[in-house]
């Protein structure tokens, strides 16, 4: 069996009249992502970790943010394209540790689905992805509001 290890991360700017996407959930809130796609940090960084652990680019690679074919798509449907894409040289998904740095809202409440949308996109098991949440204690870009960022590891495995 060959393992791999990627590492990814993701930032976009917060601004109110946007839709808040985080892990594949609508969150309620009143600033969301400003993006080409429905700008869903976590899975970005997650497809980033992915692509990197396989060698296979960036998410920008695979869905340039110039094409209008990625502009407002649900990034479930890139994290879908993505297992796809690894899958291509024979890796699928060991496990996946994650961190999602935003001020506010809080999203203790909203990690169990996350885990369940994403778990069942990459049709993995819901134990094989940890999410974790922090503020940057009002430090910088995240803690005045102004955006949101998130990290991912991933290992990847080829049998």
């Not at 949440?133 to 995240?142: D, H, S």
Request: glycine share 8%; with cysteine; charged share 25%.
């Amino acid at each position: 069996m060959k393992l791999r290890v990627g590492f990814g991360y993701d930032v976009h700017r917060l601004a109110g009249g946007e839709e808040l996407w985080l892990g594949g959930i609508r969150i309620e809130h009143t600033k969301g992502c400003v993006a080409h796609s429905d700008g869903d940090v976590l899975i970005h960084a997650i497809c980033d970790a992915l692509l990197g652990a396989a060698n296979m680019r960036d998410i920008g690679y695979h869905f340039p943010d110039t094409s209008p074919d990625f502009e407002n798509i649900d990034s479930k449907i890139l994290l879908s394209k993505t297992i796809e894409i690894i899958a291509s040289k024979g890796y699928s998904v060991s496990n996946i540790d994650s961190t999602i740095a935003l001020q506010k809202p809080r999203i203790k409440p909203y990690i169990d689905e996350m885990q369940k949308v994403l778990a069942a996109v990459m049709n993995i098991d819901t134990d094989d992805i940890a999410i974790k949440a922090t503020t940057t204690e009002k430090l910088g870009f995240v803690g005045k509001e102004e955006g949101i960022a998130a990290y991912a590891t991933v290992l990847i495995q080829k049998d």
